[in-house]
Structures are given as C-alpha cells and as structure tokens.
C-alpha cells in the first residue's frame, strides 16, 4: 500500500525582510537552505507520519535572486521512496508584491529519513503516482542527474 504525492505536497509563503539579506539587498542562500531543509522535513513527515532526519542535500540550484520585499513561494513533495528513505523535490519561486511576476529562484533534492522513537530507520510507505505525475517524476529525475 502506498500513499499519493497529493498527501506530501506542502507549500509555504515567506516575505524576504532586509535581516534576511546580504549587502546587496538579495536573500542569503544559507537562509534559503534553511527554509528548503524545513519545507522537505513537513513533505517527508507527512508522507510517512513519522519524525525525520535530512541525509543529505543532494543538489541545489539556485537560479535567480530573491530581493528585499519579494514573497518566497516554496512548493515540497516526496517523489520517491527507498525503504527507510525519501527523496523530496522542493522548488521556489518569487512573486514581486507590486507586478505579480513570478520566477523561479532555486529548485533542490534532499533525502530525508524516517526515524522512530530510538531515533533509528524505520521503514516508510511507497509513493504511488498517476500518469501525469509520472511524467513530471521522471522530468525531475533527469534534471537531478
């Protein structure tokens, strides 16, 4: 038995404030980083009802900048699961407040295990996709490698 994507999907909204950014008034990727680790830990718990652990940030790109002002539009979802771990895809996105432009700013893959009550591995369900799923799992694969 599997769970669907739809039940990991999570998306957070956060205002980039100038203590979040550099001299240059663009947000500090290792800000970015946090907030990636944090989205992909909710996707991972609420694939697997379990508490998890990051095993490791497996690519990050960060394509464009996000300033001063902008809302961060993050979007995290596990597409692939092992025995104890999963592979989550997080992306974001900027809106600018006053054009409603969005652009990507960073997509990245972190594996994040579950863990039981003595803090060991302990088995998750597999992830179970339609047809459309399917194809963008398989997008996301190729952009990993």
């Known amino acids: 038995m599997g769970v ?4 990991s999907r999570t998306v957070q909204t956060r205002l980039v404030l100038p203590s ?3 001299h240059l008034g663009t947000i500090f990727g290792g800000t970015v980083l946090a907030y990636i680790d944090e989205i992909a830990a909710i996707a991972a718990m609420r694939h697997a009802r379990k508490a998890v652990v990051t095993a490791s940030i497996d690519k990050v790109d960060f394509i464009s900048s996000a300033k001063v002002g902008d809302i961060l539009k993050l979007e995290a979802f596990v597409f692939s699961t092992g025995r104890t771990s999963m592979e989550v895809f997080v992306k974001v996105e900027t809106e600018d407040l006053f054009t409603g432009e969005h ?9 994040m295990v579950a863990i039981d009550q003595n803090r060991k591995p302990t088995p ?12 963008f799992i398989e997008s996301i694969k190729k952009q990993r490698q």
């Open 4 to 7: 669907p994507i739809q039940q």
């Open 20 to 22: 979040n950014t550099n």
């Open 103 to 111: 652009h990507l700013t960073t997509t990245c893959f972190l594996t």
């Open 124 to 135: 998750v369900p597999k992830v179970v996709v339609n047809d459309t799923e399917k194809a």
